[in-house]
């Protein structure tokens, strides 16, 4: 039953800018409840999903939607999609993205199309596990992103771990940024830091012209 409320659940799609040629550089999927559009009832999910044992059924359900109606946009097949998976999931456990492998093959959309994003916010106890999981992206040719860098106890610990393409600065860094010279020192470091390491940077929740 959890699965199938998963497979119900509805995707938006928010724009990545480029700050460089102001176009669309790809679009992260936000999961949400069907009809009222609600995040936090996908986030209650994934929560009683962790405790039922189900996480992994319910976090290919949802990877699976999302690539799926993306699919169906024009032009999707030249536009890059982040999709986030939840950390608890993939903890202690074989992994395999055979399922992963065919959403894309039944989507149409190339594999190096698809960015996985790896969230900071709930912690990966093995180091093996996550490198594992990174390898099998890369073998299958798929990006990724480390997300909500900078409010995880590991965030520079992820970076030696990670092979990532993608940094994403938490928006609590973000928000209200042109007015907060210590979040404008803490954002200008750890961009200066991924950039060093060769990642590119998104700045998630940029709300207002003057953050930006």
Do not use: W
Not at 10 to 25: E, G, R
Not at 104 to 113: D, E, K, V
Not at 149 to 157: A, H, N, T
């Amino acid at each position: 039953p959890i699965a199938r409320r998963a497979m119900l659940m509805d995707h938006a799609y928010q724009p990545i800018v480029s700050t460089s040629t102001l176009k669309v550089h790809g679009f992260e999927a936000l999961a949400r409840a069907p009809g009222s559009g609600d995040a936090e009832e996908v986030l209650t999910l994934l929560d009683e999903a962790a405790l039922t044992g189900d996480l992994r059924d319910v976090d290919r359900a949802l990877l699976g939607g999302a690539i799926a109606k993306f699919s169906q946009f024009e032009g999707a097949k030249s536009a890059l999609l982040f999709c986030n998976v939840d950390n608890r999931a993939y903890d202690g456990i074989d992994l395999s993205f055979l399922e992963t492998t065919e959403f894309l093959r039944q989507s149409g959309l190339p594999a190096s199309n698809l960015c996985i994003e790896i969230s900071e916010r709930t912690a990966i106890d093995s180091a093996e596990t996550v490198t594992s999981l990174v390898q099998q992206l890369s073998n299958a040719n798929v990006r990724v992103a480390l997300d909500d860098f900078g409010v995880g106890v590991s965030s520079l610990q992820r970076l030696l771990l990670v092979e990532a393409q993608y940094v994403k600065i938490d928006r609590c860094f973000v928000d209200h940024l042109a007015t907060n010279t210590r979040k404008q020192a803490i954002v200008a470091k750890l961009c200066g830091l991924a950039h060093a390491l060769g990642f590119t940077t998104v700045a998630e929740g940029v709300e207002r012209e003057d953050d930006f």
